[in-house]
């Protein structure tokens, strides 16, 4: 198989081309085309601006880059991440919880404080024991 890549500056794109070979001769031609990542862009833009950000601003943002997106392609972005929700966070959080935990002696512990804590919190009318 042989590969070339050549780079198309006005586009800031490299294209891949696959020749593929066999015996009998020529297999087949693909072009690859290694385009910027749409979704990953968009999100790396709410990640800089703010998962509040309106569609029309991370358009005109990621339009800076010569990149062309839909409000339809933002508002999935932003339907997905609150779905899903942030699971990195997640998974730090539980860390952070299991040391407590492992530090206190027991999850019975880490329930019972966070009961007291909740009860501590909560407004004084809200408090009937």
Request: charged share 35%.
């Given at each position: 198989m042989l590969v070339y890549i050549c780079v198309i500056p006005a586009y800031d794109a490299r294209i891949k081309i696959e020749i593929r070979e066999v015996k009998s001769g020529l297999r087949g031609v693909r072009v690859h085309m290694n385009t910027p990542n749409k979704a990953e862009e968009i999100r790396k833009i709410?990640?800089?601006?703010?998962?509040d950000s309106k569609p029309q601003q991370v358009i005109n943002l990621l339009k800076e880059k010569d990149i062309e997106v839909t409000p339809q392609?933002?508002?999935?972005?932003?339907?997905?991440?609150?779905?899903?929700?942030?699971?990195?966070?997640?998974?730090?959080?539980?860390?952070?919880?299991?040391?407590?935990?492992?530090?206190?002696?027991?999850?019975?512990?880490v329930r019972r404080a966070l009961d007291d804590l909740d009860e501590l919190t909560k407004p004084r009318k809200d408090r009937s024991n």
């Open positions: 709410l990640e800089q601006e703010g998962w392609q933002v508002s999935n972005q932003k339907a997905k991440r609150a779905k899903h929700g942030d699971a990195d966070l997640r998974a730090s959080v539980l860390k952070k919880v299991k040391a407590l935990a492992e530090e206190l002696g027991s999850t019975d512990v």
